[in-house]
């Protein structure tokens, strides 16, 4: 049965699993511009010629380049294709933006349909998932029906009485640890900031 510690290795593990989930989602979103521009021309000295967004047929081909792209990283992810439109708006909701979203932000900003404004549109999502990270979700195989598990809650063993078998009431538990947890790493960071001397000194000894 694992004690607190191994716990709390667990959710940093998975934490740090999923930060490169995202930081691969961000750069995914960053190619999937990349490979749209390819459906813009380009000018007379080889840059991309952005006032051609103003023509609905770019902008449908600009759209359906990135729309592939998220399509690619659905496929990676799952391991096999979504094989209807509405599976697919659904993966590309996670880790994106859907067809008609992309459709309705290029149709606006047209020729300013920058990185930049890619960027801000990405980053709705991104907003979205990283909020993942501060929710039961990422941590419900996590064993919490050890004893340690209630004395670091300071809760009794008889809370976590089949804690296993009751999502609910394991959601609940897993929310007070996690807040727990952010509220020690919170003060280790203040620590940090203003008494850096004592940190390091801490760090020394365990070394």
């Known amino acids: 049965m ?27 979103q960053i190619k999937a511009y990349t490979e749209a521009l390819k459906a813009v021309p380009k000018d007379k000295d080889g840059n991309y010629d952005f006032s051609k967004l103003k023509d609905p047929k770019v902008r449908e081909a600009f759209v359906n380049k990135m729309v592939n792209v998220f399509d690619e990283i659905g496929k990676e992810f799952l391991g096999a294709k979504p094989q209807t439109e509405y599976a697919k708006e659904i993966i590309r909701n996670a880790i994106g933006l859907t067809r008609d979203e992309l459709n309705n932000y290029v149709t606006e900003l047209q020729d300013h349909y920058s990185l930049d404004q890619h960027r801000k549109a990405m980053n709705k999502t991104l907003e979205k998932l990283r909020n993942v990270i501060h929710t039961p979700t990422l941590y419900k195989d996590i064993n919490l029906s050890s004893p340690e598990i209630a004395r670091y809650l300071d809760i009794k063993p008889t809370q976590l009485a089949d804690v296993e078998k009751y999502p609910d009431k394991k959601d609940q538990v897993l929310s007070m640890l996690l807040s727990k947890l952010e509220q020690e790493e919170a003060f280790e960071r203040v620590k940090e900031r203003y008494f850096p001397q004592e940190t390091n000194t801490k760090y020394k000894k365990a070394a």
Request: aromatic share 8%.
């Open 2 to 28: 694992a004690d607190i510690d191994e716990i709390k290795k667990q959710v940093q593990n998975r934490r740090t699993m999923y930060e490169n989930f995202l930081r691969t989602i961000e750069a995914h």
